[in-house]
């Protein structure tokens, strides 16, 4: 029989196999990619629009905000305004989003060691959205004035259906399986698309604005989004970055992991408290955007390598420029005329995800 020490020699060797080579590590090429494809989606989103604007000058107007650099874009004062009060918090609040939905979607299929898993798995999509459809209903935006309550109602929906879901799968104070944990989340979800079915049979006349926040949004008023949104993003993005090394360790088995002196449950629940909380902010402001955190995550493995070092930053780079894109796309392909961003990412994820499932059925 293997002694413990052996056993922690041989996982440990086993640890340095999956996490210590050159592909673990996150290599100054991919990071320089990840980093100019988000600056790259940033100009051509404040460039693009129904007034044009060269992206030379564009580039010179962001540049003119950093500090100790002063250089002139020659923008008009009606320019100056559409950059910065109409495009530039629409494509900041497209960068956080698919920031947290992609690196939420990448720790969720590390904790479950799935690649078709995604941050809507626990019931935090359904969650938002009988949030929103009940604030949507009751016209809570007549009667708050000073805020759009249908964020935060979404924002509680999700919350409140990850908390169900999570208390649906313990058992006796300890936390369930990851399987659990899933069958958990169908059944809540299931649940709270029935309730949100049923109130929106009741009111009819609401139909229209409800799937509007449904099939996914940038739309914003200014900044006020993106305040709302970065607080969440802080927390989400620092305690994703936080976590790769302990993903990895969960990759290798619970077993080894518990061998090496750690808890894989409240790794596992620390993530996935973390995930959660970036996701549910991330739909509270924009609706519901398919696809992103299933098909980021899976396209950075496949050409980085499987390493939470790896996967984990650079899904939060490439979601931050995919939907900044897609959302060029989707204000731009039927000009002036506007499709809901869920719609491009579906169009998108959905081959993808075949893709992917094909992948797996075939191993």
Not at 95 to 119: C, E, I, K, T
Request: hydrophobic content about 55%.
């Amino acid at each position: 029989m293997m002694s413990s020490s052996t056993g922690a020699g041989v996982t440990g060797d086993r640890l340095a196999g999956s996490t210590g080579s050159g592909r673990s590590r996150l290599g100054g090429r991919w990071l320089s990619a990840g980093i100019a494809s988000v600056l790259i989606a940033a100009v051509i989103g404040v460039a693009t629009g129904p007034v044009p604007i060269p992206i030379w000058q564009v580039v010179l107007e962001l540049l003119d905000r950093l500090p100790l650099i002063d250089v002139d874009s020659s923008l008009s004062p009606a320019d100056r305004a559409i950059v910065w009060d109409l495009r530039a918090p629409r494509v900041v609040l497209g960068l956080l989003v698919g920031a947290l939905l992609a690196g939420s979607g990448a720790a969720y299929q590390g904790v479950f060691r799935n690649p078709l898993a995604d941050p809507y798995l626990l019931g935090i999509a359904a969650g938002a959205g009988l949030g929103a459809t009940i604030a949507i209903v009751a016209r809570l935006r007549d009667a708050v004035g000073f805020m759009d309550p249908v964020p935060l109602a979404a924002f509680l929906g999700a919350l409140l259906a990850v908390a169900a879901a999570g208390t649906l799968s313990t058992r006796r104070g300890s936390t369930g399986s990851p399987a659990t944990l899933i069958l958990a989340g169908v059944a809540v979800a299931n649940f709270f698309t029935a309730i949100q079915t049923f109130i929106q049979q009741q009111n009819s006349e609401t139909l229209q604005q409800v799937f509007a926040w449904i099939l996914g949004r940038l739309s914003t008023a200014g900044w006020g989004e993106v305040r709302l949104l970065a607080p969440y993003a802080v927390i989400c993005v620092v305690g994703l970055l936080l976590s790769v090394g302990a993903l990895d360790v969960l990759a290798v088995g619970e077993e080894e992991a518990t061998t090496l002196g750690l808890k894989p449950r409240s790794i596992r629940r620390l993530v996935l408290l973390v995930a959660s909380l970036g996701a549910a902010a991330a739909v509270a402001v924009s609706g519901l955007i398919g696809f992103v955190g299933l098909v980021v995550p899976h396209a950075v493995r496949m050409l980085a390598g499987s390493s939470h070092r790896r996967v984990v930053p650079l899904s939060l780079l490439f979601g931050a420029s995919f939907l900044a894109l897609a959302d060029v796309v989707a204000r731009t392909v039927r000009a002036p005329a506007e499709l809901p961003i869920g719609v491009i990412t579906a169009f998108i994820g959905a081959p993808f995800f075949l893709l992917i499932l094909r992948r797996q059925t075939l191993s």
